[in-house]
């Protein structure tokens, strides 16, 4: 699957951003995550959904960010309200087969879209 990721921009502390992650096939059968990573960071996961549903969201990012699947659309969603500096990096979208949570072990990655909050 080939995933491409959109939404990034620049956002003031407060604001909010979706992002968008569009597959090039049927998404229902993939579990898929956002990541993020900043410069000099490692990558890390912020948010999950699996094949039913169920999300996982990471502590940084829990009652800000939400994810969303729309299967009809093939498009994986990040909505990211209240934005901080903090949340400033580059965002990946991920796709699986097998359930790797907010693991990097993911497949398929997208190209990134670049997040800034200032």
């Known amino acids: 699957v080939q995933l491409v990721e959109s939404g990034g921009g620049s956002v003031q502390t407060g604001g909010s951003l979706r992002l968008a992650c569009a597959a090039s096939?049927?998404?229902?059968?993939?579990?898929m995550a956002w990541f993020r990573q900043a410069p000099g960071n490692l990558r890390e996961g912020v948010a999950y959904i699996d094949i039913n549903g169920y999300t996982t969201y990471a502590h940084s990012v829990k009652d800000r960010f939400t994810i969303s699947k729309d299967n009809a659309k093939n498009t994986l969603y990040l909505q990211m309200d209240s934005l901080k500096p903090e949340d400033t990096a580059m965002y990946y979208c991920?796709?699986?087969?097998?359930?790797?949570?907010?693991?990097?072990?993911?497949?398929?990655w997208g190209q990134g879209t670049q997040v800034t909050v200032s």
């Open positions: 991920a796709a699986d087969q097998l359930a790797f949570g907010l693991s990097n072990g993911y497949c398929y």
């Open positions: 096939e049927n998404v229902s059968k993939y579990y």
